[in-house]
């Protein structure tokens, strides 16, 4: 499922994120979506929703305290178990540096959120 905005707010309550996070996860979806317009403007079609979403709910997994484990790839796992589109899920697992290091921004929603972070 695609959440609305006001489900993805909701998530990162129920994740414990504080106002502070918030606020820097909606300045990251008014970048993200305000790039990727921009984009899409220029013939690189680039999916809103899915760009907004995964901008909303990029740091989902930042007050996860797991061992080994990275943010994004907590996050994706969170976000997995409520059932989020899964396009917004792998946004959120590669949305670090090591997924470019690793070479697996394979969508343009993927390259675009990297910028974002």
Known sequence: MI??????????????????????SLLVENVA???????????????????????LLHDIGVESKTPNKNHATIGAELCI????????????????????LENKLDTMEKKNSFLFR
């Open 81 to 100: 178990n409520e059932n989020i589109d899964l396009n917004i899920c792998k946004i959120i697992q590669h949305h670090i540096a090591e997924a470019i």
């Open 33 to 55: 979506v305000s790039l990727s317009k921009l984009l899409n403007e220029k013939g690189i079609l680039i999916d809103l929703n899915i760009v907004s979403r995964a901008a």
């Open 3 to 24: 959440p609305t905005r006001e489900e993805c707010i909701n998530l990162l309550k129920k994740y414990h994120l504080s106002d502070l996070k918030i606020q820097h």
